[in-house]
């Protein structure tokens, strides 16, 4: 193939972007599965995450970690800036709501801040992030700035 393809799934250039622009991600249920195998990964074995008995508990159900619901949402805004982040600078986070097993997440962002770096080579973007699950309720919200390339010439 002489001609050069163009790559699907790219994320947003820092040119793509402007203070206001929405988007939203993909949906994702989390499972039983996802629990076990992070808290197992992590080493979270707090009881409130690492036994199934929630007579006494205020939250019903199987809780997950806020780690875990913030870990899910990274990974659903990866088509975001794949191949085009370049470093995740810092962030706020808080946790609105409990999410527990069965919850359905999706991840909705708006960009709250754009400027160039001082060299002007690449990008500054942040974020305002919500998790909200499948009854609309926003259960985790961070405000990421994130690195971004400008687009090639």
Avoid: C
Wanted: proline share 4%; glycine share 8%.
């Amino acid at each position: 193939m002489k001609d050069k393809l163009a790559v699907v799934g790219r994320g947003f250039y820092f040119e793509d972007l402007s203070v206001g622009f929405r988007f939203r991600t993909h949906r994702r249920t989390i499972t039983e599965a996802d629990l076990a195998q992070f808290v197992n990964l992590t080493w979270l074995t707090e009881e409130l995450f690492a036994v199934t008995d929630d007579s006494d508990r205020a939250i019903k159900g199987r809780p997950a970690p806020a780690a875990l619901v913030y870990s899910f949402a990274e990974g659903l805004l990866l088509p975001t800036m794949q191949d085009t982040g370049l470093a995740f600078l810092n962030a706020t986070l808080d946790v609105k709501a409990p999410t527990v097993v069965g919850d359905t997440i999706h991840v909705e962002g708006e960009v709250v801040e754009h400027r160039l770096t001082s060299k002007g080579d690449r990008g500054l973007a942040r974020f305002a992030i919500r998790v909200i699950n499948q009854r609309g309720e926003s259960v985790l919200e961070y405000k990421p700035l994130r690195l971004l390339k400008r687009r090639p010439a």
